[in-house]
């Protein structure tokens, strides 16, 4: 199954979408910055902010792409949130689990990539942006609500591993 693709844009507010969702598509530079300031409100909560900011988007999205595709296999849900997250210039995610949980595996990642050319290795990971995306694949895949998979980065390509790796917990 390939993600059918419709992008279109408002010639009078030049705003993109991407199948009737507004996107902005971002630079590894941007990422960065605002991985960067996330990183720097840690004691404010900044990673978890980010995290649930983007699966509260992305699982909007997903749902509506499920709807009007009539996906209901939770393979096909899996490899649509997949493609999204290759069509958004992500990266490339490798899903493997079931509605416990699961392992997640990025063989390449813009956040960590952009981090890395930016400021160099880092002793930690940093990718909120895309535990947030997972959780979205996850919930919207076994239909859960927001917030019932916790998604956490273990190996990080930031901190000079070959790829990054997320263990997905179910937490109900």
Known sequence: ?????EFTMDKETCRHSLNGHGVVMHSHHYL??????V????????????????EESMR??????????????????CRAGVEYFSTFGLGKMHIAGDENGG?????SSHVDEGWT?????HSKPINHLTCGFISAIFSAA?????????TTETASIVTGQPESTFVVTALQ
């Open 39 to 54: 990183e720097d409100l840690g004691d404010l909560g900044g990673p978890q902010i980010l995290c649930e900011v983007v």
């Open 142 to 150: 076994f239909n859960k609500p927001l917030k019932s998979y916790g």
């Open 117 to 121: 050319m930016k400021w160099g290795p």
């Open 60 to 77: 909007k999205i997903l749902d509506d792409y499920f709807l009007k595709n009539s996906l209901s296999s939770v393979e096909d849900r």
């Open 103 to 107: 392992k997640v595996r990025l063989t």
């Open 1 to 5: 199954m390939a993600l059918k693709l």
């Open 32 to 37: 960065a910055l605002i991985t960067k300031l």
